[in-house]
């Protein structure tokens, strides 16, 4: 089992920053990358950007250059972060933080989620 703890959400002015913490903890070692997804009010999860345990980095075109994830690992828990920069209102969701273990078919263990909230 892997245990996922998001933190570091709130309420920021657009254009603000936020940096967003995701603890995971448990057999880490199982884990080939971590991701982070969002939800709007009313809309689908999606995905935000993930790192591997290369650091090899990916994310989606509506955050690139504002987003960066970054992350620390230590023997018994990895910190994933999220580096969020210039914030719109349409950032506006509940972030969660996934892992995706190696011989998975997708991210298969979640976090319960932190809130951001970017007012118009």
């Known amino acids: 089992q892997v245990q996922l703890v998001e933190s570091g959400g709130g309420l920021v002015q657009a254009g603000g920053s936020l940096r967003l913490s995701c603890a995971a903890s448990?057999?880490?070692?199982?884990?080939?990358?971590i991701g982070w997804f969002r939800q709007g009010p009313g809309e689908d999860r999606d995905f935000v950007a993930t790192?591997?345990?290369?650091?090899?980095?990916?994310?989606a075109d509506s955050v690139k250059g504002r987003f960066t994830i970054s992350k620390d690992t230590s023997p018994s828990q990895s910190t994933v972060y999220l580096q969020m920069n210039s914030l719109k209102p349409e950032d506006t969701a509940i972030y969660y933080c996934?892992?995706?273990?190696?011989?998975?078919?997708?991210?298969?263990?979640w976090g319960q989620g932190t809130p951001v909230t970017v007012p118009s």
């Open positions: 996934a892992a995706f273990s190696y011989g998975s078919a997708n991210y298969n263990y």
């Open positions: 448990g057999r880490i070692f199982d884990v080939y990358k």
């Open positions: 790192i591997s345990n290369s650091g090899s980095a990916d994310y």
